[in-house]
C-alpha cells in the first residue's frame, strides 16, 4: 500500500503522512474510512510504530484525519472551511515552482499545458 525511501533525507513519518494525504486528495481513501491500525502498518513496513503514530498525528492536525480512542483513525470528511491561510502558502510554493520551471527552460505554453493534463487527470476544474 505505501512505499517508503528509507534512504531519504525526509523523515519516514513525513513521508508517510505524504503518501497517505495523496491517497485521501485522489480519493483512495473515502470519507470515514478506516486506516489501517497503527502496529499492523507498523509491521508490514518495518518501522516503529511510533513513526506510525507520529504520522497519523500529523495528519490529524492537518485536519485530514480524526482519531476515535478504542477504535482507530479515520478518514475526515471535507468540510466547508476557510483555508484562506493555506491556500495562500500553497499559491506562494506554486509559483515559486513555476518560476524556477520557466527559469529552467520551459515555456509557459508548456507549463500551463502540463498543469491541465495533470489536474484534469486528478478531478480538477479548469476553465474552458
Known sequence: MFELDLRSREPIYEQLAEKIKELIINRVLQPDEQLPAVRTLASELTV???????????????GYIYS??????????VTVV??????????TG???????????????QALMSFLETELS????????
Open 121 to 128: 487527470k486528478k478531478g480538477g476544474r479548469t476553465n474552458d
Open 48 to 62: 516503529n510504530p511510533n513513526t506510525i503514530q507520529k504520522a497519523y498525528r500529523e495528519l490529524e492536525t492537518r
Open 94 to 108: 506554486l509559483l515559486k515552482t513555476a518560476s524556477e520551471m520557466l527559469y529552467l527552460g520551459m515555456t509557459l
Open 68 to 77: 476515535v480512542p478504542g477504535k482507530g483513525s479515520f478518514v475526515k470528511a
Open 82 to 91: 476557510d483555508h484562506t491561510a493555506r491556500l495562500q502558502d500553497l499559491q
